[in-house]
């Protein structure tokens, strides 16, 4: 899953205790490696960026996953197809975004985040402190629920990263087969979250 789905995931203000450390290190996991890294931030944070692992390898392992990635193979996307399906899931998130999460609207929800992360930036890995810059200026959340959002943000992909130029046509790819993906994305959505509450219910709280 990309941006939106982790922090969605990290849980509730209201809710959850050590909520703003648990979404640093869902955050920042992004770009933590290693023991020593990783415990260089508090406990607290250290829960948020174990969270961000156990999102990652179970949707990795999971079935319907591995269904859209397979069909995002055979549309070209090779070693990439991971990454497409990871950003066209957020951007099914983002576009029924008031059916997923009610309680907030996603520009208001998008908002929060920012602030919260742009407040304690200085202690995100450098590359990240860069890239929230422009995630809050551009307002990538938001924007991930437009078909040109979820274009936008592959194609910047192909441009970052070295010989991930397949990326540029992955949006196009994904959107070709979009009601295939929608139903693998909400057969998905609910067992990710499921095993979210269920796995990591002892980190969290």
């Known amino acids: 899953m990309n941006f939106l ?3 969605l995931l990290s849980g509730a203000p209201a809710t959850t205790p050590d909520y703003d450390d648990i ?4 955050f920042a996991a992004e770009a933590v490696r290693g023991r ?16 961000h ?11 319907v996953v591995r269904r859209s990635t397979a069909r995002l193979r055979g549309a070209g996307l090779g070693k990439w197809a991971g990454v497409v399906a990871d950003v066209g899931y957020d951007h099914l998130l983002a576009r029924y975004f008031t059916e997923f ?12 985040h920012y602030a919260l992360l742009h407040a ?20 990538w959340l938001t924007g991930y629920a437009k078909p040109a959002g979820l ?7 192909s441009r970052r990263v070295p010989s991930a130029g397949v990326l540029a046509s992955g949006g196009s790819a994904f959107l070709r087969e979009l009601p295939a993906y929608e139903a693998d994305f909400r057969e ?3 067992q990710l979250r499921a095993g979210v509450g269920t796995e990591f219910a002892s980190l969290i709280f």
């Open 151 to 157: 274009e936008r943000a592959l194609l910047g992909l």
């Open 36 to 51: 020593a890294q990783v415990q260089a931030y508090p406990d607290t944070v250290q829960r948020g960026i174990r969270l």
């Open 5 to 7: 789905a982790h922090l």
């Open 120 to 139: 304690r930036r200085a202690e995100l890995p450098e590359r990240l402190q860069h890239m929230l810059h422009y995630m809050r200026r551009d307002d």
């Open 188 to 190: 998905f959505w609910p």
């Open 101 to 112: 999460h009610p309680a907030e609207p996603l520009p208001e929800f998008s908002q929060r």
């Open 53 to 63: 692992r156990f999102i990652d390898s179970f949707t990795d392992a999971h079935p």
């Open 23 to 26: 979404v640093l290190g869902n």
